[in-house]
């Protein structure tokens, strides 16, 4: 179903991807259907340029201008046809329920988890706001439909303006000069009518980087070979454990079966020895002496 301004008659509750490009459509695609694979009753909207996506999505909303980047999320979103929202990006995968996300919205209005960098790295550009009040990853978020909320929302591409002035500082590559988390890490700081709280890490388990896991990782996130890697981190989900990409899955040696705990030393050597070697051909390319560069 294609409908215009969502916002004027919204639905009860529901998932909201943004997705601009052939290759991030297919992206939701997959996960849309990981989310009625276990959530069948939810029901799901995209935010497109085109008018025809997949019959997983229950409604299709067009971007007239869109710019391919997460900026179509940040411009788009405050435009959410649901009362209550979990905003998914495009490269996850859903391994359970997402019901208990709508219970959360009863008792706050908007929640998201820790981001792995947790924005000390522009920590001198916003001085004002502590270390405490770390940046929330934006790929995964709930949120009601609140005035406060809604007024944060269509707040954010002024807010990620303003970021963006700086940004470059820190990469030229489109994904840094695209990022969208400190103007939200502003915002919310400066918002204490939004009742905020931070989720656990199963519901934005992260590929890279490394993710803490007590628990079945219900939205797996990152590109790739996303199902193997969904797969891997939850075969022992009531261990506490910690995925690492390239090393897989750790846990405690004393509650793993000796062939796992062979695995996984198998497993982190390999890595370490891949990244010598990777190291030592970058140090061959450029010329550099020594082992510290």
């Known amino acids: 179903m294609i409908e215009t301004n969502p916002e004027n008659h919204r639905k009860e509750r529901g998932v909201v991807y943004v997705a601009t490009g052939e290759g991030c459509r297919q992206e939701a695609i997959r996960s849309a259907k990981s989310v009625k694979r276990h959530n069948p009753s939810i029901a799901i909207a995209i935010f497109t340029e085109v008018p025809a996506v997949d019959p997983v999505f229950?409604?299709?909303?067009?971007?007239?201008?869109p710019e391919f980047s997460a900026i179509d999320k940040v411009k788009n979103l405050w435009r959410t046809p649901f009362h209550k929202t979990i905003y998914i990006d495009a490269d996850t995968?859903?391994?359970?329920?997402l019901l208990p996300l709508f219970d959360l919205l009863e008792r706050v209005d908007f929640a998201g988890a820790h981001e792995t960098a947790r924005g000390y790295w522009y920590r001198e550009l916003q001085n004002q706001i502590p270390d405490t009040f770390c940046e929330l990853f934006t790929g995964m978020m709930v949120f009601k439909a609140t005035?406060?909320?809604?007024?944060?929302?269509?707040?954010?591409?002024?807010?990620?303006?303003?970021t963006s002035k700086w940004l470059?500082?820190?990469?030229?590559?489109?994904?840094?000069?695209?990022?969208?988390?400190?103007?939200m890490r502003h915002l919310l700081y400066h918002r204490?009518?939004?009742?905020?709280?931070?989720?656990?890490?199963?519901?934005?388990?992260?590929?890279?980087?490394?993710?803490?896991?007590?628990?079945?990782?219900?939205?797996?996130?990152?590109?790739?070979?996303?199902?193997?890697?969904?797969?891997?981190?939850?075969?022992?989900?009531?261990?506490?454990?910690?995925?690492f990409q390239g090393m897989g899955v750790i846990a405690d040696f004393n509650r793993v079966s000796f062939k796992q705990v062979l695995e996984t030393v198998f497993r982190v050597n390999a890595c370490a020895l891949l990244n010598v070697r990777d190291r030592v051909k970058k140090m061959v390319k450029r010329g550099v002496s020594g082992w510290r560069k």
């Open 192 to 243: 204490p009518d939004v009742k905020l709280w931070v989720l656990p890490t199963e519901y934005n388990a992260v590929r890279h980087y490394g993710t803490y896991l007590w628990g079945k990782a219900i939205v797996v996130h990152g590109r790739g070979n996303i199902e193997a890697v969904a797969e891997r981190m939850n075969r022992n989900p009531n261990l506490e454990r910690a995925f």
């Open 93 to 97: 995968i859903i391994t359970g329920d």
């Open 58 to 65: 229950d409604f299709t909303f067009l971007i007239e201008k």
């Open 147 to 162: 005035p406060a909320v809604i007024g944060l929302l269509k707040d954010w591409h002024g807010a990620y303006l303003e």
């Open 168 to 183: 470059s500082r820190h990469g030229t590559d489109k994904w840094m000069l695209t990022n969208e988390q400190p103007a």
